[in-house]
């Protein structure tokens, strides 16, 4: 079992860059493919990105490349999502979630979410435009 905790969120302004961690607990992190997922209020939660145990295979989804950058620390028990130019549709609740299996093809499956056991309640950022 793992638990996950986000944090970094926070209001930026759009252009700007913001780095969201996701810190794990309970589990073996090293052993969890792990991805991120944001939401709109009143909207499906939706893929942005996702890399594998060892960190050395990511994707994001085909609108994320370029401006967001997946990683993680397995000795901190942490992964990471960098978000540079920051665009007022960026605003959102960001989650991290883990999972037994990567796939550099998992964002284009019709329901990302559904690969992904656990996750954490979210962290909120709000784009200034």
């Known amino acids: 079992q793992v638990q996950l905790v986000e944090s970094g969120g926070g209001s930026v302004q759009a252009g700007n860059s913001l780095t969201l961690s996701c810190t794990a607990s309970g589990g073996t992190f090293s052993s969890y493919a792990m991805a991120w997922f944001r939401q709109v209020p009143g909207e499906e939660r939706e893929f942005v990105a996702a890399i594998s145990w060892s960190g050395t295979s990511s994707t994001s989804a085909d609108s994320m490349k370029g401006r967001f950058t997946i990683s993680r620390d397995n000795a901190k028990n942490t992964m990471y999502l960098k978000i540079s130019s920051l665009k007022p549709d960026d605003a959102a609740v960001y989650f991290c979630?883990?999972?037994?299996?990567?796939?550099?093809?998992?964002?284009?499956?019709?329901?990302?979410?559904?690969?992904?056991?656990?996750w954490g309640q979210g962290t909120q950022v709000t784009v200034s435009s």
């Open positions: 979630a883990a999972g037994n299996y990567y796939s550099d093809g998992v964002g284009g499956l019709a329901n990302p979410a559904a690969m992904y056991d656990y």
